[in-house]
């Protein structure tokens, strides 16, 4: 029998399963290019206008490490220098985790075996989810292209800004692949791919950090992120980084079916660590159960968030540098406090973003509940003299103070790096603290709407997820939409203060603690009254 047999029936099970998914972020995604750019044309109508927008972005080199150059001064040019990024981060992470979900979860979860029992080849399931996110990808942009010649900005530069998203979503969905092959864990996998995405967008930031043309550049070209900005889309396209794009997707994708031919069904090709023939007594609590389950991913986040901290520290000290190579930027920013507003400023912007990514461990450790009930591991805990709450509470906790620990981790790392370059650890490294710890409120209310809709609508935990995104999008992207204040007030992320540059005022954060804690109550009572499994 071919391994290929069936791929077509399982292409079309995906789209039956994704029919609602699929055509709502193509669609979403798509509308917010295409409004990013409809604002552009209203807000910088003239020449002149955008020529100050790109002295605005010179000047302020923490705007370049966290967007990337800006290659063209034209509507599409600041369109592509503007979504470029956040968007390939976006579609990547979308294109990643639709493979792992029809390819290891469903294998961790049985149905794979079902699948197996009847005329379906050993690759056809990965070759099905590949070829439709593939196909999604391609059907974004698509639309992306589409939308932007409609607004009449020039056709190759829309076709190359669509397919180099398109491109990021097929090496990250290849990626993710390979990631299924080494690990019998739907969640391990998802890991291995979240952490190779950082990975990139880490990289691109380091090599924007000093410019088009800082020493540190070369660090772009070894990220599938960076590429999407170096295809230059209305800049002159360089059309060849889409081989790139393509050559290393391949390269991957066929290191994906050698492994997948050489494993088991159900099984990676990293064995799982062999546990000891009978339980410790710690394990006898839920609470060092919990420990147990959440132990790996909070020490990788953990690893994650210094690495990352170090980085942001190194940065912070760069940018400031560039302010000793130019006289001009020298006297801009002595007029308005000097060389540690603009520190400061990018250190409130970055510890804002790591918020985000704090809370997506958050909802992964918040989730894990759902993941537990789901494969049946819940009952057999809750048939001892175990409760419903306290079985949550134990998983919880890491919810709650997991994403306190990595967003102190990520200050003092920042603070460190920093502060020992300029000189001053014993200042910058509190300062750096609390820019990241202000952001925990925020992060609590993502817990608390996963926590909601576990024990109100447990179906729809994922929607958890896309709210991340949503507020993902709000925050970096909201106001160049021109959205209402009240659509941005939406993400709690919007109520953190930049306690580094701004005056604090404590209301918000008693608010977001206020709602997080309510939705926590209200799913925590739905559980109670609801049927478990």
């Given at each position: 029998?071919?391994?290929?047999?069936?791929?077509g029936a399982?292409?079309r099970?995906?789209?039956?399963?994704?029919r609602?998914?699929?055509?709502?972020?193509?669609?979403l995604?798509a509308?917010v290019?295409?409004?990013?750019?409809?604002?552009?044309?209203?807000?910088?109508?003239?020449?002149?206008?955008?020529?100050g927008?790109?002295?605005t972005?010179?000047?302020?080199?923490?705007?370049?490490?966290?967007?990337?150059?800006?290659f063209?001064?034209s509507?599409?040019?600041?369109t592509a220098?503007?979504?470029?990024?956040?968007?390939?981060?976006?579609?990547?992470?979308i294109s990643?985790?639709?493979?792992?979900?029809?390819?290891?979860?469903?294998?961790?979860?049985?149905?794979?075996?079902?699948l197996?029992?009847?005329?379906?080849?050993?690759?056809?399931?990965?070759?099905?989810?590949?070829?439709?996110?593939l196909a999604?990808?391609?059907?974004?942009?698509?639309?992306?292209a589409?939308?932007?010649?409609?607004?009449?900005?020039?056709?190759?530069?829309?076709?190359?800004?669509?397919?180099?998203?398109a491109?990021?979503?097929?090496?990250?969905a290849a990626m993710a692949?390979?990631?299924?092959?080494?690990?019998?864990s739907?969640?391990?996998?998802?890991g291995?791919?979240?952490?190779?995405?950082?990975?990139?967008y880490?990289?691109?930031?380091i090599?924007?950090s000093?410019?088009?043309n800082?020493?540190?550049?070369?660090?772009?070209w070894?990220?599938?992120?960076?590429?999407?900005q170096?295809t230059?889309?209305?800049?002159?396209e360089?059309?060849?980084?889409?081989?790139?794009?393509?050559?290393?997707?391949?390269?991957?994708a066929?290191?994906?079916?050698?492994?997948?031919?050489r494993?088991?069904?159900g099984?990676g090709?990293?064995?799982?660590?062999?546990?000891p023939a009978?339980?410790?007594?710690?394990?006898?609590?839920?609470?060092?159960?919990?420990w147990?389950?959440q132990?790996g991913?909070?020490r990788?986040?953990?690893?994650?968030?210094?690495?990352?901290?170090?980085?942001i520290?190194?940065?912070?000290?760069g940018?400031?540098?560039?302010?000793?190579?130019?006289?001009?930027l020298e006297?801009i920013?002595?007029?308005?406090?000097?060389?540690g507003v603009?520190?400061?400023?990018?250190?409130?912007?970055i510890?804002?973003?790591?918020?985000?990514?704090?809370?997506?461990?958050?909802?992964?450790?918040?989730?894990?509940l759902r993941?537990?009930?789901?494969?049946?591991?819940?009952?057999?805990?809750l048939?001892t003299s175990?409760g419903?709450l306290?079985?949550?509470?134990?998983?919880l906790g890491?919810?709650?103070?997991?994403?306190?620990?990595?967003?102190?981790v990520?200050?003092?790392?920042a603070g460190?790096?920093?502060?020992?370059?300029?000189?001053?650890?014993?200042?910058?490294?509190?300062r750096?603290?609390?820019?990241?710890i202000v952001?925990?409120p925020a992060?609590?209310?993502?817990v608390g709407?996963?926590?909601?809709?576990?024990?109100?609508?447990?179906r729809?935990?994922?929607?958890?997820?896309?709210?991340l995104v949503?507020?993902?999008?709000?925050g970096?992207?909201g106001?160049?939409?021109?959205?209402?204040?009240?659509?941005l007030?939406?993400?709690?992320?919007?109520?953190?203060?930049?306690v580094?540059v701004?005056?604090?005022?404590?209301?918000?954060?008693?608010?977001?603690v206020?709602?997080?804690?309510?939705?926590t109550?209200?799913g925590?009572?739905?559980?109670r009254?609801?049927?478990?499994?």
């Amino acid at each position: 029998m071919s391994p290929l047999v069936g791929t077509g029936a399982l292409m079309r099970l995906i789209l039956r399963r994704d029919r609602i998914l699929m055509p709502i972020w193509i669609v979403l995604l798509a509308l917010v290019v295409i409004g990013v750019a409809s604002s552009f044309a209203q807000l910088y109508p003239t020449p002149e206008s955008r020529q100050g927008l790109a002295g605005t972005i010179a000047a302020s080199p923490a705007i370049t490490a966290m967007l990337g150059p800006l290659f063209d001064l034209s509507i599409g040019g600041l369109t592509a220098w503007r979504v470029g990024g956040i968007m390939a981060v976006v579609v990547a992470l979308i294109s990643l985790l639709t493979v792992i979900r029809h390819t290891r979860t469903e294998e961790e979860a049985g149905r794979r075996e079902l699948l197996g029992a009847t005329v379906v080849g050993r690759h056809a399931p990965l070759s099905a989810a590949l070829t439709m996110t593939l196909a999604a990808n391609l059907v974004f942009a698509a639309v992306v292209a589409g939308g932007l010649t409609v607004l009449g900005l020039p056709a190759s530069g829309s076709v190359a800004l669509g397919l180099s998203f398109a491109a990021a979503g097929w090496v990250f969905a290849a990626m993710a692949g390979l990631a299924a092959q080494l690990t019998e864990s739907a969640g391990r996998a998802k890991g291995i791919s979240v952490a190779v995405l950082g990975l990139s967008y880490l990289l691109r930031f380091i090599g924007d950090s000093g410019g088009e043309n800082g020493r540190l550049s070369w660090l772009s070209w070894l990220s599938p992120i960076g590429w999407v900005q170096r295809t230059r889309p209305f800049a002159d396209e360089s059309w060849w980084i889409l081989a790139l794009f393509a050559g290393t997707s391949v390269v991957v994708a066929i290191a994906a079916y050698a492994l997948a031919s050489r494993r088991d069904l159900g099984a990676g090709i990293l064995p799982p660590r062999l546990g000891p023939a009978s339980a410790s007594p710690s394990l006898r609590t839920p609470l060092a159960l919990a420990w147990r389950l959440q132990r790996g991913p909070l020490r990788a986040w953990t690893i994650g968030f210094a690495v990352v901290g170090l980085v942001i520290g190194s940065a912070a000290q760069g940018i400031a540098d560039l302010l000793t190579t130019s006289p001009q930027l020298e006297a801009i920013f002595a007029r308005i406090g000097g060389q540690g507003v603009l520190v400061d400023t990018f250190l409130s912007a970055i510890m804002s973003i790591a918020g985000l990514v704090a809370a997506a461990y958050a909802v992964q450790a918040a989730l894990r509940l759902r993941s537990e009930e789901e494969r049946m591991r819940a009952e057999p805990v809750l048939a001892t003299s175990v409760g419903r709450l306290r079985w949550a509470a134990s998983h919880l906790g890491f919810a709650a103070f997991g994403p306190a620990i990595l967003l102190v981790v990520v200050g003092v790392a920042a603070g460190l790096s920093y502060g020992l370059s300029a000189g001053n650890v014993v200042q910058e490294v509190p300062r750096a603290v609390v820019a990241a710890i202000v952001q925990l409120p925020a992060v609590w209310v993502l817990v608390g709407i996963a926590v909601g809709l576990f024990g109100l609508l447990p179906r729809f935990t994922a929607v958890t997820w896309a709210l991340l995104v949503i507020f993902l999008l709000l925050g970096q992207l909201g106001q160049v939409l021109q959205l209402s204040q009240w659509m941005l007030d939406l993400s709690p992320f919007s109520h953190v203060p930049w306690v580094l540059v701004r005056q604090v005022s404590l209301a918000p954060l008693f608010w977001l603690v206020v709602v997080a804690a309510g939705l926590t109550v209200a799913g925590l009572a739905g559980l109670r009254r609801r049927d478990v499994g």
